[in-house]
C-alpha cells in the first residue's frame, strides 16, 4: 500500500470571552500580578461561563470555524479525535458529543487521554490513518474546560489554567509537506505529580472526596516544573538532530504553554531565537490540550509554506513529545 503523507491544511479555534484576570486573581488567593507574570508568563486566561456548557461546546466551536474557513461540509469528515482531561462526561467520548454538535454524521470518533501532550498524541494518531491511506480528512480537536477542575482557592494552580479549543484537518498531502515525524513518550511513574484524586475507578466520587476537594487537580508544581524543563527540551532536540535539523532550519517552535521559563528554556536548548517561537500563554495562561493549537490559530496568518515547525509538549502523566511539520499551505 502506498505510504502516503499526512498534512495540516486547516486550523480553527476558540476561546470563551469571559477573561480572567491577574487582577481579579489577587481578589480571590493571596497572590499578585507581579509573582504571576514572573512565575509563569500568565496575565489573563478565558473562562467558559454558563450552565450546560461543557469542553464539547469549545470543541464545536473549533470545528465550525475550521469547516468555515476552509468550505467544507461537516459530512466530509472521516474522522475526530478529541485530546482532552476535561471530558463533557467520563463516556461517551466528548469526540462524540462535538461530532453530534456540529453535524459530523459520517465519522467515527474517539478521546485520546495525554493530558497536556494529548494535541501531540492525538495528532500523530490521526496522521496514521491518513498515512495508511482509509481516510481523506481527519479533525484532530485540542480541548478543556480547566476551569472546571480547578480549586479557586489553591493559588498555585488557580493562577495558570484557562479553556479554550483548537482543531486541525488532516488530508494527505499533494506534495512533500506535512506531518515528517513525531517522537512522543510516557511515563507513568510521574502519576504522583500531577493527578486528579478521585472519580475515576480507583477512588469514585463520594461525599468524602468532594469535602476533602479530590475532584480538583493535584499538582507538585516545582517537581513537574524539573521534569517539564527536561522533557520538553530533550525531546524537541532529539527530533531535530534525528532529522538533521538545526535552530536556524526551524521557522517556528510551537510549544505547549505551561510556563513561560519552560518555554525559554525549551527554545534555548533547541537554538531557536525568541522571536521564532509561538507564545500566547499571556493572554490564554494553560489550555492543556488546547496550547498547540491554539497557537497555530493565532499564527496561522503568518506561516508559509515549507516552513519547518517543531511542536513541543509536556504533560501529566507524564507524557511528552514533539512533532516535526513542515507546513503544508500559505494562507490568502
Ligand atoms: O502543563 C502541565 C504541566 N505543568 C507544568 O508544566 C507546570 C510546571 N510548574 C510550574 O509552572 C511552576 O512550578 C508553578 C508556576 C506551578 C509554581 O512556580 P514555582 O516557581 O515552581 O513556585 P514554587 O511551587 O516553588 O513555590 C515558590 C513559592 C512558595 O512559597 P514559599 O513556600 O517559598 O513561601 C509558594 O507557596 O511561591 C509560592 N506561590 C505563590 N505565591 C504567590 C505559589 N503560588 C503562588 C501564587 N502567588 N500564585
Request: glycine share 10%; with cysteine; charged share 25%.
Amino acid at each position: 500500500m502506498e505510504i502516503l503523507t499526512a498534512a495540516i491544511t486547516g486550523v480553527g479555534g476558540y476561546v470563551p470571552e469571559y477573561r480572567l484576570t491577574n487582577k481579579i486573581l489577587e481578589t480571590m488567593v493571596d497572590t499578585t500580578d507581579e509573582w504571576i507574570k514572573t512565575r509563569t508568563g500568565v496575565e489573563e486566561r478565558r473562562i467558559l461561563k454558563g450552565e450546560g456548557l461543557g469542553t464539547s461546546d469549545m470543541g464545536m466551536e473549533a470545528v465550525k470555524n475550521l469547516c468555515e474557513k476552509r468550505g467544507i461540509d461537516p459530512a466530509e469528515i472521516d474522522c475526530l479525535i478529541c485530546a482532552t482531561v476535561t471530558p463533557d462526561m467520563l463516556f461517551p467520548a466528548t469526540a462524540n458529543i462535538i461530532c453530534d454538535k456540529a453535524g459530523i454524521k459520517n465519522a467515527f470518533s474517539f478521546d485520546v487521554e495525554a493530558a497536556c501532550s494529548g494535541f501531540l498524541f492525538a495528532l500523530t494518531t490521526g496522521a496514521a490513518l491518513i498515512e495508511c491511506g482509509r481516510y481523506k480528512k481527519v479533525v484532530i480537536v485540542g480541548a478543556d474546560k480547566m476551569s472546571s477542575i480547578v480549586d479557586y482557592t489553591d493559588r498555585t494552580t488557580c493562577v495558570i489554567f484557562g479553556d479554550g479549543a483548537g482543531a486541525v484537518l488532516l488530508e494527505p498531502s499533494k506534495d512533500d509537506n506535512g506531518i515528517k515525524d513525531s517522537l512522543l513518550k510516557s511515563d507513568g511513574s510521574g502519576k504522583q505529580f500531577l493527578h486528579m484524586k478521585a472519580g475515576g475507578s480507583l477512588k469514585p466520587a463520594s461525599i468524602e472526596t468532594v469535602a476533602a476537594k479530590e475532584h480538583f487537580i493535584f499538582q507538585e508544581g516545582s517537581s513537574v516544573f524539573k521534569f517539564a524543563v527536561k522533557g520538553m527540551a530533550d525531546v524537541s532536540f532529539e527530533l531535530m538532530e534525528k532529522n538533521n535539523l538545526k535552530g536556524e532550519d526551524i521557522a517556528w517552535l510551537v510549544p505547549h504553554q505551561a510556563n513561560l521559563r519552560i518555554i525559554d528554556a525549551t527554545a534555548s536548548r533547541a537554538g531557536i531565537p525568541k522571536e521564532k517561537v509561538m507564545i500566547n500563554i499571556q493572554k490564554y495562561g494553560n489550555t492543556t490540550g488546547a496550547t498547540i493549537p491554539l497557537c497555530l490559530w493565532d499564527w496561522e496568518s503568518q506561516l508559509k509554506k515549507g516552513d519547518n515547525i517543531i511542536l513541543a509538549a509536556f504533560g501529566g502523566g507524564f507524557t511528552w513529545g514533539a512533532t516535526w511539520i513542515k507546513w503544508a499551505y500559505d494562507t490568502k
